[in-house]
T-cell receptor, first 116, second 112 residues
Framework: AQSVTQPDIHITVSEGASLELRCNYS??????LFWYVQSPGQGLQLLLK??????LVQGIKGFEAEFKRSQSSFNLRKPSVHWSDAAEYFC??????????????FGAGTRLAVHP | DTGVSQNPRHKITKRGQNVTFRCDPI?????LYWYRQTLGQGPEFLTY????????KSRLLSDRFSAERPKGSFSTLEIQRTEQGDSAMYLC??????????FGPGTRLLVL
């Protein structure tokens, strides 16, 4: 069965510093991979996704992620964090089905705090 | 594109009562998903529909839970005889095959 691990429960960075959030997945073939962000009391917003092709994907709000098959990782990065980036970040993998994927399997999330 | 909407946004109920939540997906999306999120956890899959057909249900979805999508548009999730363990955020998402799932704002349920 697929699973997603986000090793860091909480991360605190200073505004303007770089950020990397870790995500490891367990799945044999090339997975459908996602990063979502959730602000307090809100639904989830898609930051970026990887289905195939170039392993470095660009997303919204200046985020990017790199798919590394050898490490089963899909880490999220941002070169300079803004105070508005404080939120909870979820990595997810799509459970494969005929023609694509259906349900999403999420990690437990990483809560990001940003110091001024 | 008005996005996925969910109603109500908040619901407080007493243990043993029934509750029903509604999800209105993005209009052209034929897939609709329900997830549950408890405090400090990632969302967990409950069930999904393709058009009006319910194609998969999680083992998390006990007999007290039922979901419908009668005309392939909006969906309802009903919980009968609520328990305190049902307190959670219930998230709805919609999409099309193999494409992004777009999430609604969620319905937060508190069972007293």
């Amino acid at each position: 069965a697929q699973s997603v691990t986000q090793p860091d429960i909480h991360i605190t960075v200073s505004e303007g510093a770089s950020l990397e959030l870790r995500c490891n997945y367990s799945y044999g073939a090339t997975p459908y991979l996602f990063w979502y962000v959730q602000s307090p009391g809100q639904g989830l917003q898609l930051l970026l996704k990887y289905f195939s092709g170039d392993t470095l994907v660009q997303g919204i709000k200046g985020f990017e992620a790199e798919f590394k098959r050898s490490q089963s990782s899909f880490n999220l990065r941002k070169p300079s964090v803004h105070w508005s980036d404080a939120a909870e970040y979820f990595c997810a993998v799509g459970s494969p089905s005929s023609g694509g994927y259906n349900k999403l399997i999420f990690g437990a999330g990483t809560r990001l705090a940003v110091h001024p | 594109d008005t996005g996925v909407s969910q109603n109500p946004r908040h619901k407080i109920t007493k243990r043993g009562q029934n509750v029903t939540f509604r999800c209105d997906p993005i209009s052209e999306h034929n897939r609709l998903y329900w997830y549950r999120q408890t405090l400090g956890q990632g969302p967990e899959f409950l069930t999904y529909f393709q058009n009006e057909a319910q194609l998969e249900k999680s083992r998390l979805l006990s007999d007290r839970f039922s979901a419908e999508r009668p005309k392939g548009s909006f969906s309802t999730l009903e919980i009968q005889r609520t328990e305190q363990g049902d307190s959670a955020m219930y998230l709805c998402a919609s999409g099309v095959l193999q494409e992004t799932q777009y999430f609604g704002p969620g319905t937060r349920l508190l069972v007293l």
